[in-house]
Nanobody
Framework: QVQLVESGGGLVQAGGSLRLSCADS????????MGWFRQSPGKEREFVAAITWRGASTLYGDSVAGRFTISRDHQDMVYLQMNSLKPEDTAIYYC????????????????WGQGTQVTVSS
């Protein structure tokens, strides 16, 4: 049963922007905190951003801080606005939910989407 569905990935030139969306179709898990991770071939899943309920607090990975913005709306959609994209941002981006641990650790999240590919050309 798919509970998180990402969309908005694609191919963009360096310096460009993309906006990812995450739709929550489930009601069986905690959505107090929602997050985004990414993974490139041969690398571990990397923390990108997290946002608490009603967007009261946000947290960003060092490599994206100042370029990416996470947000959410009242309809349980979560967004990741990505600006000033770099080739090293190329990865599959995953939406995540249901955590009560370290937001930056992928092992501490219980629910995942299937991912959306982002490719940044130089």
């Amino acid at each position: 049963q798919v509970q998180l569905v990402e969309s908005g990935g694609g191919l963009v030139q360096a310096g460009g922007s993309l906006r990812l969306s995450c739709a929550d179709s489930g009601r069986t898990f905690s959505r107090d905190v929602m997050g985004w991770f990414r993974q490139s071939p041969g690398k571990e899943r990397e923390f990108v951003a997290a946002i608490t309920w009603r967007g009261a607090s946000t947290l960003y990975g060092d490599s994206v801080a100042g370029r990416f913005t996470i947000s959410r709306d009242h309809q349980d959609m979560v967004y990741l606005q990505m600006n000033s994209l770099k080739p090293e941002d190329t990865a599959i981006y995953y939406c995540a939910a249901d955590t009560d641990g370290d937001y930056t650790r992928s092992d501490d999240w219980r629910v995942w989407g299937q991912g959306t590919q982002v490719t940044v050309s130089s």
